[in-house]
């Protein structure tokens, strides 16, 4: 798992533990809810600057061209294999009229 995806996937349980804290310090008269909302802020900038610090870390993908795949098992030029070597016209169940029936018997 990269990690972005895991600090992505923080983010909601990171918020509710905040929410939590300040409904704690709330009921202990030490920190009102209407005086927190700074802290929400903190976080979420905080969160924001690890998202784009693991996306920057990240390895650039490779490029995708259109008729070629992208990795090295196929270089650059190589056209896409086919994706079926047996012509639809062989397989069970084939017809050459296209509004022929697939459930009717010869």
């Known amino acids: ?33 209407s005086r927190s909302w700074p802290l929400y802020l903190i976080l979420a900038g905080v969160i924001g600057l690890a998202e784009r610090a693991a996306i920057l870390a990240a390895p650039p993908v490779p490029p995708l061209y259109p008729g070629t795949y992208g990795s090295t098992a196929y270089p650059q030029g190589t056209p896409m294999p086919p994706y079926s070597s047996v012509p639809a ?18």
């Not at 923080?10 to 202990?28: D, E, K, N, V, Y």
């Not at 016209?89 to 010869?106: E, Q, T, V």
């Open 1 to 33: 798992m990269n990690s972005w995806l895991l600090i992505r996937r923080l983010r909601g349980p990171a918020f509710l533990i905040l929410f939590g804290i300040t409904a704690l310090l709330s009921q202990w008269g030490v920190l009102s809810f």
């Open 89 to 106: 016209s062989s397989m069970p169940g084939s017809s050459d009229d296209p509004l022929a029936d697939p459930n009717r018997r010869p």
